[in-house]
């Protein structure tokens, strides 16, 4: 079966010719190439910068609840803080799928570097290192929306789209 799927892929390299060959290796070399710096921006984004903004905020809405429940006592001020409560449950359901997908996404980046064969690795990049890019953005852009501005460590947004 091996065999005759080598000998497929060599039959039809044969037929597209050598100048498509080296533009299909080329490519794929070029997309691992660009892959891997991206996963590694996001990577260090979602650990280094991301992270740490959202939980500091995190603590500011926790101790808003602390202070609500200290002051009104335990039902008033969680009655008080439902908002900040539900707040800190979301934005921790962002931050913790981000985390996951970020890890997912360097081990799979691991695994991948390991491939000796160009394509294949390339291939890899693809299927599995690209895979989590949309996870991690959606999670990354759902707490933009949600941490405060002034702790958040990137331009918002909405901010790029009305600077001139």
């Known amino acids: 079966m091996a065999n005759q799927h080598a000998t497929e ?33 996001m ?4 650990q280094n910068h991301f992270i740490p903004a959202v939980v500091e905020y995190q603590n500011k809405l926790i101790q808003n609840v602390q202070g609500l429940i ?15 409560i539900q707040l800190v449950q979301e934005i921790s359901m962002h931050m913790n799928k981000m985390k996951d ?3 997912a996404m360097l ?5 991948a570097n390991k491939i000796e064969d160009a394509e294949k690795k390339a291939l890899a990049y693809c299927d599995k290192v690209k895979s989590q890019f949309d996870e991690i953005r959606y999670h990354a852009d759902k707490l933009e929306l949600l941490v405060e501005d ?15």
Not at 19 to 38: D, E
Not at 43 to 46: E, F, I, N, R, S
Not at 150 to 164: G, H, I, Q, S, V
């Open 43 to 46: 990577g260090d984004l979602t």
């Open 101 to 103: 997908a970020s890890d």
């Open 150 to 164: 002034e702790l958040w460590p990137l331009p918002k947004f909405r901010e790029l789209l009305f600077t001139r």
């Open 9 to 41: 892929k060599a039959t039809l390299l044969w037929t597209i010719g050598p100048a498509a060959v080296f533009l299909t290796l080329l490519f794929v070399s070029a997309n691992h190439n660009t892959i891997a710096p991206k996963s590694r921006l």
């Open 70 to 84: 200290s002051i009104l006592g335990d039902k008033a001020g969680k009655e008080a803080a439902k908002a900040q």
């Open 107 to 111: 081990q799979q980046r691991k695994l």
